[in-house]
């Protein structure tokens, strides 16, 4: 802001003159005391007169004969005072003493003057108020560019012309097909409302996308966009929620004006959580007026604008649960698409959308089936950041082209974070840290139930602090009792082999026992899996904010010793596992510290297969397309309910 420095710089300047001003005497008086002033000045008899001015000070002027001690008598001198009557006092007294007759005493004269200085002192809070006031107006217009005060209520959404920049369209947006299907109406209608409007039908004014971060909702409103040829408004819910009263509605009133202005037109409101927060909650805490007028506003534009004026606004957000229900009724945003992670095969076609500017040499479908089988859980955010870092990484090492290897590095680096060459083990904690993932990994290894094994790894990374264990689950909606005990199990078996083998615990397993214990509390009071709680579920999204746990005090009691019972019959179950195979711990232990990883595949050399029909996700849906050669890959359909059976 050039403004701003430019204020500052006269600032500083004006400051350092006004210093000088002060500190140097004003036509070059002389500074004397007045002890000076009384020696060799007064007892000599050269004073002419004294003039006191502004009350503080005494200005002395010389007579002609001043010239002949060698002072000139164009030289004045100053000296300070403490007050009128102690000076005047103080001077008769001297001139009593020097024996000065009354007619021939030195004439005192009293000025006011103004110093610039103490003017400015009386003006410098108005003129510090009047500045903050003008930065923080300028600072509040933002991007609105030099609108001044009148810009702080002009709302921020940054136009995205279709022309030139809503270039995304659907075949961007990979998976998701039914939330295109869902939303493939507002472009319809956004390109023929003629049709629509002929037969009497009122449209929809907007839809709520909801999903988790990074799944494409702002991707998607984009595309809408994009395939209907409109213009495209984006702004964010946090966006009207600023420090001044007012503000947010006032933003709000302006995004509609600017939107009527180029109807047809998509507003996409990001966030809106941030302002479309049930009213009335959190109220003990006083609740934010500011964001419920904003919230008000935004239900009022709504409801005002005619549907002929073909404007549909969309709106993200990760938390549908907390939204005011207002917001959904008909005539606002009355549709409401969720927007789910990708399932494998909607991570093979988002892997397949962002490997396509990917210089890479191997066969782009078979390499995105197979990424896609080894990021369960990864949104399209972290896909697109996969594929970027694999690149970042095949760069590091100067390759010419991109391939698997730096694909599974990269996936490892999302997952668990850079490689911390840096943090050095002693050997000790090294040994603990090996056994503690083979148990991990040999506890999985014999429960039916566990994940399949990927790798095991005991090079210290950013999130899984010193080692850690991947596996392949598959993307499921539903567990039995029977896989979330052995999960239990699994993720025990660290901390069991710990013991085991050490006869002591460390505080590695830290981890572990919070996930434990988050599975185990869920199987009591959420899912209703505990015989003596019962099929109850005290799980309510909505109570956040509350501080009184749904149940009594009894139940509490009943629940967290259920809790106990089941997190110390899975850790009973685990000791006896590992402490039968004792044998294999070792041998995985001894070659993870000799090796660091160890993949699936020398698990089998050590320990032989699974004793169960194994079928990965990797094995069902990689290979199996590998030996049915398979239609050309978007039209094949991935989730034919093999892959996530339920
Ligand atoms: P959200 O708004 O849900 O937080 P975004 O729409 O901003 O997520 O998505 C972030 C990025 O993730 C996109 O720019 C895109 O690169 C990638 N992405 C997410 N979902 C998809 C998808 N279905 N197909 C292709 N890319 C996707
Ligand atoms: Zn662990």
Known sequence: MPQINMNMVLGTAFGTWLMWKMTSPADNAREVTWQGFRTSLLDKGIVDRLTVVNRNRVRVHLRPEAGSLGVSPQQTFVFSIGSIESFERKLEEAQNELGIPSNERIPVAYRDEISIFQTALHFAPTLLLIGVLYYITKRGAGGAGGQGIFGIGKSRAKMF??????KVKFKNVAGADEAKEEIMEFVKFLKN??????????LPRGA????????????????????????????????????????????????FATAKKNAPCIIFVDEIDAIGKARGKGGHMGGND????????????????????????LAGTNRPDVLDPALMRPGRFDRHIAIDRPDIGGRAQ?????????????????????LAALTPGFSGADIHNVCNEAALIAARHHKDSVTEVDFEQAIERVIAGLEKKSRVLSPEEKKTVAYHEAGHAVAGWYLQYADPLLKVSIIPRGVAALGYAQYLPKDQYLYSTKQLMDRMC????????????????????QDDLQKVTKIAYAQVSTYGMNEKVGPLSFHD????????????????????????????GAY????????EKKGDVEKVAKLLLEKEVITREDMENLLGRRPFVEKTVYDEYVRRKEVSSPPPFPESKPNDGEVNST
């Open 490 to 509: 699994m993720t025990l078996g660290g901390r069991v082999s710990e013991q085991i083998f050490f006869d002591t615990i460390t505080t590695g397993a």
């Open 290 to 313: 500011e964001r419920e007028s904003t919230l008000n506003q935004l239900l009022v534009e709504m409801d005002g604008f005619n549907s002929d004026e073909h404007v549909v606004v």
């Open 541 to 568: 999204p909505n109570s956040e904010q509350q501080f009184q746990k749904p149940f009594s005090e009894q139940t509490g009691t009943l629940i967290d010793d259920e809790v106990r019972k089941l997190v110390n």
């Open 193 to 202: 409302p003629a049709a629509y409007e002929r037969l009497g039908a009122r």
């Open 572 to 579: 009973t179950r685990t000791v006896q596992l590992l402490t």
């Open 208 to 255: 709520i996308l909801s999903g988790p971060p990074g799944t494409g909702k702002t991707l998607l409103a984009k595309a809408t966009a994009g395939e209907a040829g409109v213009p495209f408004l984006s702004v964010s819910g946090s966006e009207f929620v600023e420090m001044f009263v007012g503000v947010g509605p006032s933003r709000v009133r302006d995004l």
């Open 161 to 166: 012309n279709q022309e030139t920049d809503v």
């Open 350 to 370: 988002i892997f397949m959308v962002h490997l396509k500017p990917i210089k890479t040499t191997e066969d782009m479908e078979r390499l995105s089936r197979k």
